[in-house]
């Protein structure tokens, strides 16, 4: 769907974490076409569409390509997503919502929980997410993760994203961040993320929703269906100061200008020494390892780079995803 503005046409491709990975140029495992690929059909400035059938180990695929010219000033290109991190929507009706001409899966999802009865999924994706140039997230743990396995040398930190320049690259987006409290600074080691690391604190703020923040401290760094901590610890700041401190991770909507700390194991021990009342300073930030300022980035991991195969790929399970890819030097994108 395309909106006309000042007699001419405004297209938003919009791109909605559902599932999937990045590749670099190309599909990973492909051979040629099998009857061809048609040509590519326009369907606004700055956007083409071609479908087209490939021979693949298990049979032929049926491959739909939305090819769109970064360059063309008239096409943004976004992340969709619900109204919280730990949120669900179909990539029809988050697309619906914003008038976008398209929209693909990307990244994978917390979205069971049976390994951990009781705890209810979040709905949180494993890697970080940026919309608008706004950090929402950050990755979890590489054992927390769901999905196939990841290729040696990759991370859940591995993102695919689109600068402030309207180039798109493949990159890592890590966390830093402290919490200072007057016995001294820890590190933050989890930000709106579904899983923290062991012996963590990780911070919590209004765009993580209103699910239950109990799944932070289930599974252990190298297994998502350990059992969960016993040991934890939940401190609320606002205003730089402590207002509530609890035994256990709460649910609720956080409000605006307020953070929720979340420590389990070593990170609850260090929240635990903390009262109502005292200062309290929580920093974070979210950044590209290349030092790209980012409109957008989804998570994922590569397939592709420089047109070859990445080593340590699965070659024989047959798992039909949708992919990215970047061609003329992040001018342009296939997805």
Not at 188 to 212: C, H, K, R
């Amino acid at each position: 769907m395309a909106a006309r503005r000042a007699g001419r046409f405004t297209t938003a491709l919009a791109v909605l974490l559902a599932g999937g990975a990045l590749a670099g140029t190309a599909l990973v495992g492909a051979a040629a076409p099998a009857s061809g690929a048609p040509g590519a059909e326009q369907i606004a400035p700055g956007v083409e569409y071609r479908e087209f059938d490939l021979a693949a180990t298990h049979g032929t695929v049926r491959v739909h390509v939305i090819g769109v010219d970064l360059d063309d000033k008239d096409v943004r290109v976004g992340l969709l997503h619900p109204d919280a991190v730990a949120a669900r929507g179909t990539v029809s009706r988050l697309a619906t919502a914003q008038g976008a001409l398209a929209g693909v899966n990307g990244d994978f999802f917390d979205i069971t929980e049976t390994q951990h009865p009781g705890v209810a999924a979040t709905g949180a994706s494993v890697g970080p997410e940026i919309a608008d140039g706004r950090a929402l997230k950050a990755a979890v743990p590489r054992g927390q993760r769901f999905g196939p396995a990841l290729p040696p040398g990759t991370t859940t930190e591995d993102v695919l994203g689109v600068g402030t320049d309207r180039r798109a690259r493949l990159d890592r987006l890590t966390l830093s961040g402290t919490v200072t409290t007057p016995e001294g600074q820890v590190k933050l080691g989890g930000f709106n993320q579904y899983a923290l690391p062991v012996g963590s604190v990780g911070a919590y703020t209004s765009d993580w929703g209103p699910v239950s923040r109990a799944r932070t401290v289930c599974g252990t760094d190298t297994e998502r269906g350990a059992p969960c901590s016993k040991d934890t610890y939940e401190v609320t700041v606002r205003d730089g100061r402590v207002t509530r401190t609890a035994g256990a991770p709460g649910s609720g909507a956080v409000p605006d200008g307020t953070t929720v700390l979340v420590g389990r194991e070593a990170g609850a021990q260090r929240l635990r020494a903390l009262s109502v009342g005292e200062a309290v300073r929580v920093e974070h930030r979210v950044t590209a390892v290349s030092g790209v300022p980012y409109a957008f980035a989804v998570g994922g991991f590569p397939v592709l780079r420089g047109g070859a195969a990445v080593s340590g790929l699965d070659g024989t399970t047959a798992a039909v995803r949708t992919a990215v890819g970047i061609a003329d030097g992040g001018h342009r994108l296939l997805l």
